[in-house]
């Protein structure tokens, strides 16, 4: 209910924006415009940007075979997502990594990571080259963890010192130069102290749990949305805030596209504007007509961050090029509801109020409290919806990188059909006598509505996703 009240909001506030506009677009800057860098250090400091030249080489050769890896074993796929009550199949094809047992909700869509190699788990990947890249992609997010906490800090120790004269970036600058200057931080700066405290939200920050990527050929695509509000052209992903991550988190994206590609190298013609061949990323101010956006472009090797509160009051979009590209999404996932160990914690903490008999082995529940029936319900509603139908609608993807997620999974299901089971005690306790007829009221109130809940969701996700909950056992219902 609160996510549609959300969805609401932004449609309203979207046009709103558009009827403002009328036939008119709003400007926009890219690194030829004079004003560009000024803009970009006035409106948009939190944004940092490094151009590929400044990672080693070693490590965009091993991220970029694993692209094309995973690309070859067919690992990347459109994702089902739902967007004002419609579902849709995403233009961009995509594959989660990450922690083991973690996973990232976009779109009322939960993607469950491909495990990276992680001490301490037993991670069979399907081939020696998938344990190769999810390899490679660990030692990138390790990498850009570090970038990341050297910008924070640079960030933090600017602003410390806002109140000084600083000097006015030279318009007529190197933009690769400019642009790794921007909220980083220099050799000499490297013993900047920073307090225990500080110190530890900087790593939580910038402590990448998933990284998500992407990947797009524009010219297989048979339509591209246009940008509505500055012109920008073709968009690979819409404006939007990334989703779910932790407060204030940091988000990386290290892009690589395929540059060289007969469209791209046919193209020449001269624009204003962001030139149409090249992949660019757009910013702007979030629902605001009178800053000017950016638009930056993307080539191969190159990342940027969104440090702070970015991420919240600015919105971003990815402009589609000519060639074929990939980028590896890095984010602080909030995984308070998103993991294994929550969803199991979860259920064992239903199951307390399930008993056996040691003579006759009956079932039967502990408690008919209201709050208990109800908690355990809702528990019950969250383990199908939010884990067992999302994993298994997606189909076995999954099992083209490695088979971590099934045996999980089947714990899962046993826990789910415990709890069918406690569903069923409640009908049968509150038809003895041993209730009251208030209490009895109370239970059956308190239970029917998060069963009509169940039998509602029951019947959405049948007509959209138009398949049965199929598990490791096979169908449970039509």
Known sequence: MKRRAGEREKELKKKKLLEELGESRLPYMT??????????????????????DTVPEELHQMVQESFLTLRKHDCFFQDLVRIKGKDFFTPVSRILIGNPGCTYKYLNT???????????????????QIHDACKALIKLNDYLHIEAVKALQGQNLLESKETEDTPVIDREQNFATSLREKGS??????????????FTSLN????????????????????????????MGNMAVSWHHDENLVERSTVAVYSYSCEGSPAEETYDQKLQGRDPAVWHVGLKVAWDIETPGLAIPLHQGDFYLMLDDLNMTHQHCVLAGFSPRFSSTHRVADCSRGTLEYIFGQCELALQNLQTDSNSGALSLKSLETAVVKQVEEIHNEVEFEWLRQFWFQGKRYLKCTDWWLKPMAKLEEYWRKMETMSSLVLHEVRKKEQTEEQRNETISCFLLVLTERQRLRKEWTASHLTPFCTTEGSIWP
Not at 110 to 128: D, M
Request: hydrophobic residues 30%; glycine residues 2%.
């Open 31 to 52: 690194p030829a415009d004079a004003d560009f860098h000024q803009l970009w250090k006035t409106k948009y400091s939190k944004l940092v940007f490094r151009k590929s």
């Open 110 to 128: 939960r993607l469950f990571t491909v495990p990276w190699p992680t001490e301490g788990y037993e991670i069979k990947y399907c081939s020696p």
């Open 185 to 198: 931080v220099s050799q000499d700066q490297s013993s900047f102290c920073v307090p225990e405290d500080d």
């Open 204 to 231: 939580s920050r910038t402590s990448y749990n998933v990284t998500l990527l992407n990947y797009m050929d524009p010219l297989q695509m048979l339509y591209l949305k246009q940008e509505p509000y500055f012109g």
